[in-house]
């Protein structure tokens, strides 16, 4: 590890999966207290860049490594990546009839509690923690009685996310399209959420195609994605422009 504050280190990264090169040659240095923004055509690897950071089976890293702080974490497996701080929300959220999502969010708090040795929470506790996260995040209660995901609609589904997110309490919050699909009072009541959580002490990386996300947020850096690497990093005027211009914008910059 480079510095005391970088909370993650990606250096020249490869991965494939089923034999053909998806990420190729990818460097990222995120710090405490920053917020990052990937923007990218369809394809470029986003998803493929979350899903690795965070240990997904079917992707293999041919070369390079990533570092969460003083750790390396390439290969680790999942779970491993996510009690260590790393959070992912998923792109299209699974459904889980029989689980209602109070047991699930339960569950995977009491499983990282158990991870960090400290001491599970009793579900009256329990219940009493997730309805502050509640009222903070404007959300109905009624929504904890429901089961995972089950008929959510897009913006329940995103607004869990950032539930789970601020449940959990990730050094790195990973949110891939976060924005996809919700109309323009839900972005900004998620883009106002995900202020709210970022602090001195966390980190996150938002994976988007939208310049409204960003304009919301106003991350520290935007870099643009093109088949398997970052090639351009700026702040969110690129993402203005591309919005304009289209991802030409990028390579008639270079
Ligand atoms: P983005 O999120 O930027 O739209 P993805 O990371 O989802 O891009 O995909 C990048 C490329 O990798 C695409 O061509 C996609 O088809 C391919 N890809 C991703 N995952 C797999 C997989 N499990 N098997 C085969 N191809 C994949
Ligand atoms: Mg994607």
Do not use: C, W
């Amino acid at each position: 590890m480079i510095n005391k504050k970088e909370i993650l280190k990606i250096n020249n990264l490869h991965v494939n999966t089923s034999n053909k090169e998806i990420i190729t040659g990818l460097n990222l240095s995120i710090n405490k207290g920053e917020i990052h923004a990937i923007m990218g055509k369809n394809g470029s690897g986003k998803s493929t860049l979350a899903k690795v950071i965070t240990g997904h089976p079917s992707y293999q890293v041919t070369k390079g490594n990533i570092f969460f702080k003083d750790e390396e974490i390439t290969n680790e497996e999942p779970e491993n990546i996510s009690h260590k701080g790393i959070f992912l929300a998923f792109q299209y959220p699974i459904e889980v009839p029989g689980v209602s999502n109070l047991d699930f969010l339960r569950l995977a708090y009491n499983s990282k509690q158990k991870k960090l040795n400290k001491k599970e929470i009793d579900p009256l506790s329990f219940f009493e923690l997730i309805n502050k996260k509640l009222k903070k995040i404007d959300m109905d209660p009624l929504f904890l009685n429901r089961h995972l995901n089950e008929g959510f609609s897009g913006g329940e589904k995103k607004k869990n996310e950032i539930l789970q997110m601020s449940l959990l309490q990730s050094e790195l919050s990973i949110l891939d399209e976060i924005d996809s699909g919700l109309d323009v009072d839900a972005l900004k009541n998620i883009s106002n959420n995900i202020k709210k959580f970022a602090n001195e002490d966390n980190a996150i990386l938002l994976i988007t195609h939208y310049e409204k996300l960003i304009n919301y947020i106003n991350p520290n850096y935007v870099h643009i994605m093109d088949r398997g690497k970052i090639i351009f990093t700026g702040n969110k005027t690129v993402a203005s422009n591309i919005d304009k211009y289209g991802y030409d914008y990028i390579s008639l910059k270079k």
